[in-house]
């Protein structure tokens, strides 16, 4: 009997659909894979299976039965064990706590230690994971940590446990490690969804395949029935939503920033590129290492290795200021946690990275002030033009462009974006087009990160792909989207 | 919620706290005796004066959701420093009574300073948690004022002291600033001298913070470290600022009672730094960063300072004071989250 069931589920969060009607059909003893690119509505549809979100049609059935109540609670109680990438575990607690966490075992109404450490070991080593059970988890590895998780899943006897993309992180032999695992669980009869953009791993391991599109089902069926190449373009699959217009004027012929062998962590030796006039897409899935590289120019984060040179001078920044004084800026990803004080006034955000400008000798003057930042309020068309408000009570279209306000004050040579139009709507999204290609017709050099293969295709003049930490390849002329995600898939 | 409504609670919650002193003022006017007098005011001004310089260096440290809890210590530490300089025969010796005074405030003075900047670098360089960091400058602090003074305070000497005028004469003469009043007419107490360096200090303080470059990124790194480094603020040297600021004014508050008292004891200031995070957070200052004010600092000591004269005046008890301290503290958070939720759900205005 089919062990789960899911008919027409649809998600709405404000400005998207996340899921629109779809189905989902888990055997019992299979792996199940579900595939799709970025925002295509994955982890929306594990939240729903693991009784975290709650859908707004659709129904649930479980083994048969029509499933109510929705939430973690309940989905636990049925057998289901939700791994996501960010482990819910206690760092500072041993695997054995963590393993009995909320269903500890008792004695006489204290804690039944030596249960606890007995039964975890012999799951711990049913997964071929020899550790001691007390030993705090923050100190295992992040392989490690997820066979913790996974020995929860088998002491809750679940049955069914889905994995949010387990393998993106790890080296070879830990995912052959985690496979076989994950082979083990099939043969005990427990059903594994399986979240991953690997597609080698997928075809390898999984029986049946789900493709999510833009939150709709786009394929399902037998993993032996669709081959790579199918798979990519179905997940693909999709008209190009932004006109794509040509460049006011050509770049410049030579490099005016220039990155040779830049490491970092699992950033490995990546060398780039970008000219003034020039639009440069950086492309590759999530966790890719694009944001830690756009960090290293930005002088966020400091480079072990690698050299980089801006207008045919060294440029080495210790520091985002170091940064802005040679005219490099970086538009962060995550604009609450990055971009802005929200509780400051869009002026006072606006006039931050350039406060030198309207200030003598260190004292503000406030006209000068207040001129300014209504003028880069109007330039960056923040809507209405109050730069009194607060920047907490503003739309996140407002709040992006309060951002590029504030960058564009600061006159940069180079202005590095990363997702410039994540979650803001489509008008706003719109608009912070215009400014960066005005931005490159300006003489800018410019540098786009991401995950929306329409956006990138639209705007970038040319595109380097990257693929766990490495340049995988580059696409230049009409990006294609076919050529671009096979890059960043490793697929080619 | 309507605009009308949304802006008159956003009013209330700026004014609240002053609406509340003057309600107090008010009340105590009506039934405590000889509140409403010019000489109970300078009084008033006089005590608070002390908690009023510690809680403007801590609201700017709060700002940046930072915590001071050296400055009672460091006071005590500044006072003794203070007392040793102004009785050392050599000294007076060399640069006279008036030399030595004014000689002996600026050592009071950059001992604090000194260690603020030790608390800031340690916080800003080391990123070691700053209420761990002032514990333990808190501790050093105390157990330095001890061992220079032998546990006993360092003051008036004794007499038969051959250098019993000239010692006597260099209390006087710091005594002058501490322990002064300025002369007003029409009234026959005056102002007291650390009142008015309190005022002129928290001016300076309100300027500092809302004109000037500084003050900008004491704000922006208290809203937000993360975004304000990325906008290429000096978040450490903001930090290291702050905590130098925070301890100037404990040593300033240490030379003003040294004088005041003509004495500098080993255990002066002895838990004044919950006094001062007490009246900062009273005065709408946030201790989860980003929000604050001088003039909010001022609001709060005067608060703290205007019920404590009431209480005493009507002729409560002591004990019954501290109960009606901590209720008002509960309260000022309680109006703040109410105020909040009435905002919808902004932490910022």
Same mark, same amino acid.
């Given at each position: 009997m089919t062990l789960l069931t899911l008919r027409g589920i649809t998600k709405r969060y404000p400005g998207v659909t996340a899921l629109d009607a779809v189905d989902l059909d888990v055997e019992p003893g299979t792996v199940h894979a579900i595939v799709g690119e970025n925002g295509a509505g994955k982890s929306t549809l594990l939240k729903i299976i693991a009784g975290a979100a709650t859908p707004d049609a659709g129904s649930v059935t479980w083994n048969g039965r029509p499933v109510t109540v929705q939430s973690p609670r309940e989905a636990l109680g049925r057998g289901v064990t939700v791994i996501y990438q960010e482990l819910a575990l206690v760092p500072a607690l041993g695997a054995a706590a963590n393993i009995y966490l909320g269903m500890e075992p008792r004695r006489r109404g204290l804690l039944d230690r030596g249960a606890m450490r007995a039964g975890a070991a012999a799951a711990l080593a049913d997964l071929g994971l020899l550790v001691d059970p007390d030993r705090p988890v923050q100190e295992l590895s992040v392989a490690q940590r997820q066979l913790v998780e996974l020995a929860r899943a088998l002491v809750r006897e679940a049955r069914l446990v889905a994995l949010d993309e387990p393998t993106a992180t790890l080296t070879a032999h830990e995912v052959a490690h985690l496979v076989a695992q994950i082979e083990w669980l099939r043969a005990k009869d427990i059903a594994v969804i399986f979240v991953s953009h690997r597609l080698d791993e997928v075809r390898r391991l999984a029986d049946t395949v789900t493709v999510l599109r833009d939150g709709r089902r786009a394929w399902s069926g037998a993993a032996h029935d669709i081959d790579e190449p199918t798979l990519i373009r179905t997940m693909v699959g999709r008209d190009v939503v932004f006109e794509r217009r040509p460049p006011g004027r050509p770049p410049a012929p030579e490099p005016f920033l220039s990155v040779r062998g830049l490491s970092r962590g699992w950033v490995r030796d990546v060398s780039f590129d970008v000219a003034?006039?020039?639009i440069l897409g950086l492309a590759g899935l999530v966790g890719s290492g694009r944001s830690e590289v756009a960090r290293l120019i930005a002088g966020i984060d400091r480079p072990e290795r690698g050299t980089m040179t801006l207008g045919g001078g060294?440029?080495?920044?210790?520091?985002?200021?170091?940064?802005i004084r040679a005219g490099v800026v970086y538009f962060p990803e995550d604009r609450k946690q990055q971009g802005l004080v929200l509780g400051m006034r869009i002026r006072e955000n606006v006039t931050l990275a350039a406060l030198r400008r309207v200030a003598r000798r260190g004292w503000i003057r406030p006209a000068a002030e207040r001129d300014v930042a209504v003028a880069a309020a109007a330039r960056a068309d923040v809507r209405p033009p109050d730069v009194e408000r607060r920047a907490a009570h503003l739309s996140g279209g407002n709040q992006q462009k309060v951002v590029l306000a504030k960058w564009l004050l600061t006159d940069a040579e180079v202005c590095l974006f990363d997702e410039p139009t994540r979650g803001v709507d489509i008008g706003a999204k719109t608009e912070i087009h215009r400014q960066i290609r005005a931005l490159a017709d300006a003489g800018k050099a410019v540098l786009v990160i991401s995950s929306e293969l329409p956006e990138l295709i639209a705007l970038a003049d040319r595109a380097v792909v990257l693929r766990e930490g490495r340049v995988q390849g580059q696409v230049t002329g009409v990006l294609a989207p076919e050529a671009l995600t096979a890059l960043a898939f490793g697929a080619a | 919620m309507s605009p009308a409504r949304t802006a008159r609670s956003a009013w209330i919650a700026r004014y609240g706290v002053v609406l509340a002193l003057v309600a107090?003022?008010?009340?105590?006017?009506?039934?405590?005796?000889?509140?409403f007098s010019f000489a109970n005011a300078s009084t008033i001004l006089l005590h608070v004066s002390t908690n009023g310089i510690l809680t403007l260096g801590m609201t700017f440290v709060i700002i940046t959701a930072g915590i001071d809890l050296s400055v009672g210590s460091l006071l005590g530490l500044a006072g003794v420093l203070v007392a040793a300089a102004l009785t050392a025969p050599g000294l007076i010796g060399a640069v006279g009574v008036g030399g030595a005074a004014v000689i002996a405030a600026l050592i009071g003075?950059? +001992?604090?300073?000194?260690?603020?900047?030790?608390?800031?670098?340690?916080?800003?360089?080391?990123?070691?948690n700053p209420f761990i960091v002032t514990l333990a400058t808190m501790t050093i602090a105390r157990g330095a004022a001890r061992l220079i003074t032998g546990g006993v305070p360092i003051g008036f000497p004794p007499i038969g002291d051959p250098a019993f005028t000239r010692k006597v004469a260099a209390l006087?003469?710091?005594?002058g600033f501490g322990g002064g009043r300025l002369a007003l007419p029409g009234s026959a107490s005056g102002l007291p001298i650390p009142a008015l360096v309190m005022l002129a200090l928290v001016a300076l303080g309100a300027l500092t913070l809302t004109r000037t470059r500084f003050g900008r990124y004491v704000y922006a790194v208290g809203g937000n470290e993360e975004a304000a480094r990325l906008s290429g603020v000096p978040v450490r040297a903001v930090k290291v600022g702050v905590y130098a600021i925070?301890?100037?004014? +404990?040593?300033?508050?240490?030379?003003?009672?040294?004088?005041?008292?003509r004495s500098g004891g080993p255990d002066a200031g002895m838990l004044y730094e919950l006094n001062a995070i007490a009246a900062a957070v009273i005065g709408g200052a946030s201790l989860m960063g980003g929000v604050g004010s001088a003039w909010g600092a001022l609001t709060g000591a005067l608060l703290i300072g205007v019920l404590n004269n009431a209480l005493d005046l009507i002729g409560v008890?002591?004990?019954?004071?501290?109960?009606?301290?901590?209720?008002?503290?509960?309260? +000022?958070?309680?109006?703040?989250?109410?105020?909040?939720?009435?905002?919808g759900g902004s932490a910022h205005d």
């Open positions: 003034r006039g020039e060294p440029y080495r920044p210790r520091a985002p200021a170091d940064a | 107090l003022c008010a009340v105590a006017a009506v039934f405590a005796p000889g509140f003075l950059a +001992a604090g300073a000194t260690a603020g900047v030790a608390n800031g670098a340690l916080t800003a360089f080391l990123g070691i006087d003469a710091l005594h925070s301890g100037a004014c +404990a040593g300033l508050a240490g030379v003003l009672l040294t004088g005041q008292l008890q002591a004990f019954w004071q501290e109960i009606a301290k901590g209720a008002i503290i509960l309260l +000022a958070v309680l109006f703040d989250v109410w105020t909040k939720q009435r905002n």
